[in-house]
């Protein structure tokens, strides 16, 4: 037996305003708009300078990089506001060291909005991470997700103990804490840490409960003067 749309779903949105002759995709689209008016009233009304400062600039505190998957909308799941959350996010939330997209984003967030924070979040449930626990080809996604293998080869006998929820979550920690590492061996955040301060954070966020969990991604001294040596470049 189907059970009734929660209050304010997308469903519960097309049944109060579907008309008779409307067509599925008309339904979706309309409901869209209809709800985006809603939407910039309801902000205007509760934060009335909001919108217009965002109009003249940004200047997030936080850069988010997070995994593409729909549980996850960052503003939302900090309570945060537009403005607040500078985002990257792709599938699995990887961080390839030659990657331009969230190369350019990190940059940017980086060296000119001076972002105090970044956050790498991965998640319970995450499609990406179970695809790269199994076997099957998935064409364009295999080269993508080669990072989360390469973790699954070095930490097999571990993952292979584990059950399938727990050995997920596993690797999506194990893929967090390398992002860190291939965040942290960029030349520009490895100024900002020196320079200004900036503070880098590894996460869980657990899509059952809407609960966010930091990693510990303290390190020795040796280890953090180690990259400094290696990563950092000169302009
Ligand atoms: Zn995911």
């Known amino acids: 037996m ?18 008779a002759n409307d067509t599925p995709f008309a339904d979706k689209f309309s409901i869209l708009l209809a709800k985006n ?3 910039a009233a309801q902000t205007y009304k509760q934060h009335p300078d909001l919108l217009p400062q965002l109009a003249v ?17 960052e503003t939302t799941i900090l309570g945060l506001l537009p403005g607040d959350v500078f ?16 190369g350019a984003v990190i940059e940017y967030a980086v060296r000119h909005l001076q ?8 998640h319970t449930k995450c499609g990406g991470v179970a695809a790269a626990l199994g076997n ?7 080269p ?44 520009v955040v490895l100024e900002a840490i020196q320079e200004r301060g900036l503070q880098v954070h590894g ?21 953090i003067k180690a990259r400094y040596a290696s990563f950092k470049t000169e302009a």
């Not at 189907?2 to 579907?18: K, R």
């Not at 600039?57 to 998957?69: A, Y």
């Open 136 to 142: 099957k080809g998935l064409g364009i996604l295999d």
């Open 203 to 223: 996460m869980i966020y657990d899509v059952g409960s809407g609960v966010l969990r930091e990693l510990d991604s303290s390190e020795p001294e040796d280890a």
């Open 57 to 73: 600039g940004q200047h997030p505190e936080i850069l988010w990089i997070g995994c593409s998957d729909s549980r996850c909308p």
């Open 115 to 122: 972002v105090k924070h970044i956050v790498i979040c991965g």
């Open 144 to 187: 993508w997700l080669l990072p989360l293998r390469q973790l699954r080869e070095q930490h097999h006998t571990e993952l292979e103990t584990l059950p399938g929820d727990e050995a997920t979550v596993k690797l999506a920690e194990l893929n967090v804490r390398e992002g860190l590492k291939t965040l942290k061996q960029k030349s």
């Open 37 to 39: 008016k809603d939407w």
């Open 87 to 102: 985002t990257h996010r792709n599938i699995a939330n990887v961080i390839h060291p030659a990657d331009l997209s969230s």
């Open 2 to 19: 189907p059970t009734a749309a929660p209050s304010g779903s997308l469903e519960n949105f097309a049944e109060a305003h579907a008309g």
